[in-house]
T-cell receptor, first 114, second 117 residues
Framework: NSKVIQTPRYLVKGQGQKAKMRCIPE?????VFWYQQNKNNEFKFLIN????????QIDMTEKRFSAECPSNSPCSLEIQSSEAGDSALYLC????????????FGAGTRLSVL | GDSVTQTEGPVTVSESESLIINCTYS????????LFWYVRYPGEGLQLLLK?????QKGSSRGFEATYNKETTSFHLQKASVQESDSAVYYC??????????????FGIGTRVLVRP
């Protein structure tokens, strides 16, 4: 079983509020990914890190989301001003190397924006 | 762009029957595609079921098998005899082994499988 820990499991926010979720990657995994899975089960890659450095991110993430993976602290993903369309399951995954593509996923944070 | 298409669910089968979930992919921007099946059991997180890196090879796990077919761009998942505990949502995914910026998998929308006792 995966040892990627995501908190909280559920998050409810009003429109315009900040929404922050956290992820502890599997021990020894320096690469962390964030995905968004919407109500239609579609996955969208948001951003990934190697240690503290961003490897890739999509345009949406650059503008409205902030994410970091500080040393010795959980990684986090924060939506600066939540919108109804942000309601989704946010999945964190980690892997051993950037090119080793077995991703180990957490259970996710389900965000509802009212 | 890159995409994955899989059998639309739900798929309902009886215990001990065979199961096949079709998956086809399009890897227009990926130099070295590799393929995965992930599974989400009720109440649990997404977990890797099997993966195949090389075209022509077969992966297997927990009685499931899938063969990476480059000619038909397919990676169908099969099991000869399912059990009730196989009830889950199965996701086919496409990755890029050569992406040094970190592999971001492209997922299908998942196939819900219900196994009747």
């Amino acid at each position: 079983n995966s040892k990627v820990i995501q908190t909280p499991r559920y998050l409810v926010k009003g429109q315009g509020q900040k929404a922050k979720m956290r992820c502890i990657p599997e021990k020894g995994h320096p690469v962390v990914f964030w995905y968004q899975q919407n109500k239609n089960n579609e996955f969208k890659f948001l951003i990934n890190f190697q240690n503290q450095e961003v490897l890739q991110q999509i345009d949406m993430t650059e503008k409205r989301f902030s994410a970091e993976c500080p040393s010795n602290s959980p990684c986090s993903l924060e939506i600066q001003s939540s919108e109804a369309g942000d309601s989704a399951l946010y999945l964190c995954a980690s892997s051993l190397t950037s090119s080793q593509n077995t991703l180990y996923f957490g259970a996710g944070t389900r965000l509802s924006v009212l | 762009g890159d995409s994955v298409t899989q059998t639309e669910g739900p798929v309902t089968v009886s215990e001990s029957e065979s199961l096949i979930i079709n998956c086809t992919y399009s890897a227009t921007s990926i130099a070295y595609p590799n393929l995965f099946w992930y599974v989400r059991y009720p109440g649990e997180g997404l977990q890797l079921l099997l993966k195949v890196i090389t075209a022509g090879q077969k992966g297997s796990s927990r009685g499931f098998e899938a063969t990476y077919n480059k000619e038909t761009t397919s990676f169908h998942l099969q099991k000869a005899s399912v059990q009730e505990s196989d009830s889950a949502v199965y996701y086919c995914a496409l990755g890029d082994l050569a992406n040094s910026a970190g592999n971001k998998l492209t997922f299908g929308i998942g196939t819900r499988v219900l196994v009747r006792p």
